[in-house]
């Protein structure tokens, strides 16, 4: 039975655990690039034992950023910083992932951390803005919320080759810069997301209506990468697989959408929620683990390798979702955000026998025999589990 610690092996790429940072936009780039902050801020994840360290959603082209200071790969002068994250993050023995994405009628913010609407969420610039740019979408029909309220533009069909062109020249400049995972990011109200959501797509054309129709985006786009992809290296998505809306994605749709993708040589499908709305029933945000369920349909029904995120932090719960084989991989985010040695920190409260194992050679050596490893060690001890987090 395999556990959170065991490696895990997926084409010709092998992690030392099942244990990833999930993909986190940081607000944190110029002109798209990654540098120093990026390669000590990764690299540190690395060396705290994560064994798949993905960065932010990479932008294709520069509209398809969250905010103009996030990053992206959409020009060949950024891989000299993605391929520095790569390098440390492989020196610190973690395995480095790249999510590519385009935010569609969700770009065109300020960071949150520099102002939020009046909803206390995402602020959308308007398109006259010196940081704010005009939206595109599957329809010309603006998120809203309250949160993006600006006009969207309608995406032609020679506009969607031309962004399947752009997949594919930033999954080749991944590859120069030494990669070794690749994401497509098609969940969270973003452009992947938008076209598969009939909240968001209402074209007549062949990328609207049914199912068949609504993930031609995505079927494109895949065969688009996987052409210039190794077939050896994992090519894996991040889906909204329910919108949690009587009219938005359901949940079936996502199975029949993921089959199609295995054919389209997908080899790991990220479970998420699609984020296309604000107007959700029943939001699940506070439960812990709430997409292992759905992930794990998507395992038995369509025979693929499965992955999740949110609420998994509690290390006995996302150990338990190994163990039990609801999912093959851990995807943390917060919880990396808050303790880049989480996998160490995780490996002593479930007495793994040798928690140092994860850090470099160098640094365990004395945190294994220089006067014992008691409460001295600086790791945090386990919080009292809250009421939500006592089962997975
Ligand atoms: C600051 C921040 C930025 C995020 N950016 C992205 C992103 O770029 N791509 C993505 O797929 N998810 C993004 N997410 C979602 C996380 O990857 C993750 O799915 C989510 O936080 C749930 O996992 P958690 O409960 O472990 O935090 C972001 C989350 C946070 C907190």
New binding site residues.
């Given amino acids: 039975m395999p556990d959170l610690f065991s490696p895990y092996t997926l084409k010709g790429v092998t992690l030392r655990n099942r244990i990833a940072m ?4 940081m607000y944190n780039s110029v002109d798209g690039k990654l540098d120093d902050y990026h390669v000590s801020y990764l690299g540190a994840r690395a060396a705290g034992g994560f064994g798949l360290v993905f960065g ?2 990479m932008a294709i082209t520069p509209d398809g950023r969250t905010t103009t200071s996030c990053a992206g790969i959409w020009s060949d002068d950024q891989i000299e910083g993605h391929a520095r994250v790569c390098a440390i993050v492989e020196r610190m023995g973690g395995v480095p992932a790249i ?1 590519l994405g385009h935010t569609g009628r969700k770009g065109s913010e300020l960071p949150p951390h520099k102002g939020t609407n009046a909803q206390g969420t995402w602020k959308q610039l308007p398109p006259d803005h010196e940081h704010g740019w005009e939206c595109v979408g599957p329809s010309a029909i603006p998120y809203g919320g309250g949160g993006h309220i600006y006009p969207v533009r309608e995406l032609s069909v020679a506009d969607i080759r031309a962004l399947h062109q752009s997949y594919a020249d930033a999954a080749k400049r991944a590859l120069a810069a030494g990669y070794k995972w690749l994401e497509m ?1 098609y ?2 109200g973003y452009l992947g997301a938008s076209f598969f959501s009939p909240l968001a797509n209402q074209r007549t054309d062949q990328y609207g209506g049914s199912v068949e129709n609504r993930v031609r985006f995505h079927l494109e786009a895949l065969d688009a990468v996987r052409a210039v992809w190794p077939e050896e290296l994992p090519l894996t998505m ?1 889906l909204g697989s329910d919108d949690l809306h009587p009219e938005g994605v359901q949940f079936e749709d996502a199975i029949v959408a993921i089959r199609m993708m295995k054919e389209h040589g997908l080899d790991l499908a990220d479970l ?1 929620l699609g984020f296309n709305t604000d107007e959700m029933t029943n939001p699940p945000m506070n439960e812990v683990g709430f997409m292992l369920k759905r992930a794990n349909r998507v395992r038995e029904e369509v025979g693929i390798p499965v992955a999740t ?5 509690v290390p006995a719960n996302a150990d338990r979702a190994i163990r039990e084989e609801l999912i093959d991989l851990v ?5 990396a ?1 808050a303790n880049p040695h989480w996998p160490v920190w995780a490996a002593r409260e479930l007495q793994h026998d040798d928690p140092f194992h994860l850090v470099p050679q160098d640094w365990a050596w004395w945190l294994r025999n220089f006067r014992g490893h008691g409460p001295s060690i600086g790791l945090p001890p386990a919080p009292p589990a809250a009421e939500g987090d006592k089962a997975a």
């Fill in positions: 999930s993909p986190m936009t932010e959603q999510q990011h969940a969270h991040r998420s995120s949110w609420n998994l932090g995807f943390l985010g917060r919880p955000l």
